[in-house]
């Protein structure tokens, strides 16, 4: 049998569409429904770049300096960010994924994160992949299976595929009225409204000049409790990245989809249940008791 750098390939199919779960991270290395290329992933022959398609636990984004308080005791992580001296992302994204369950159109995978440097907790992570013709859905499950009570967040980084199309001809739709606001290394310093810099895209509108590597929060739900997101480019149908009441926030970052970014061109627009250094502002922070699971749903649509 063939070795990827990603692990074993699980793909799942349903009514044209066809999505492949990996190994490493258990994360969406492709997914593609009818013609519609969806993702910006990455080849099976490749490591995965810019955590494309990766699920971040336990946290999202990035904690300062890698260091945090939890508890009364003092954590120190190993710096995975070095270019700005933070933890990044969690510590799940690398790690082996065990297959759970499968069938033609559903593949759940996990993995189980034991205590390590900076972090003292057991978790049993689950992520279940279903197409269906809504198109595809992810359920993240965690469940804490030790003794102490322990900080969590859950972020997911999928990039949606542009093709050729000019980043400013792009255009966004993003649900929110607030945005993040950041200093030099990212790091949140507070909130402002999200027209502050002509980022609010609440109404559908090209990026033309303006790049995002921006959290937003402040989401606008609808009746299903979901916010929607969609990245819309000439000649396809709008793609659809939603989340539901567990994601209270989102990242967009353009970064990926300039012509000099790293592989296929496309922009991460990325569910989050806290904003960057949630472990030492508390911001969106959860906490999960021994024996208590949390759970979160996002997916990806088109048309």
């Not at 806290?274 to 759970?295: K, M, R, T, Y």
């Amino acid at each position: 049998m063939q070795e990827y750098p990603s692990g074993e390939q699980w793909v799942i199919s349903h009514g044209g569409q066809q999505a492949t779960v990996v190994e490493v991270g258990g994360g969406l290395r492709d997914y593609r429904a009818g013609a519609v290329e969806v993702l910006a992933g990455y080849p099976a022959e490749e490591q995965c770049r810019s955590g494309r398609g990766q699920l971040l636990m336990p946290w999202p984004n990035r904690i300062r300096d890698g260091r945090y308080s939890f508890e009364g005791k003092d954590f120190q992580l190993p710096l995975t960010e070095p270019a700005r001296g933070h933890a990044s992302h969690g510590l799940a994204r690398w790690a082996p994924w065990a297959l759970i369950e499968r069938t033609e159109a559903e593949v759940t995978v996990g993995h189980r994160l034991h205590p390590q440097p900076g972090w003292p907790g057991t978790l049993d992570l689950t992520a279940t992949y279903a197409l269906s013709g809504s198109g595809l859905s992810v359920l993240l499950t965690a469940t804490n299976i030790g003794d102490a009570r322990v900080p969590f967040g859950c972020g997911a980084h999928p990039y949606i595929a542009i093709g050729d199309t000019p980043l400013a001809e792009v255009v966004l739709t993003i649900p929110a009225k607030e945005q993040v606001l950041v200093d030099d290394r990212l790091i949140p310093t507070g909130l402002a409204p999200a027209a502050d810099g002509g980022r609010d895209f609440r109404q559908a509108r090209a990026l033309d000049e303006l790049t995002l590597d921006t959290a937003y929060t402040g989401v606008e739900r609808g009746p299903d409790g979901r916010w929607t997101a969609l990245v819309g480019v000439p000649g396809r149908p709008d793609v659809a990245v939603w989340g539901d009441e567990a994601f209270d926030w989102l990242q967009v970052f353009t970064g990926q989809a300039e012509p000099t970014g790293e592989g296929i061109r496309g922009i991460a627009v990325e569910p989050m249940t806290c904003p960057a250094d949630a472990f030492n502002s508390g911001s969106g922070l959860i906490v999960l008791e021994p024996g208590q699971q949390w759970s979160g749903q996002w997916g990806l649509a088109v048309g």
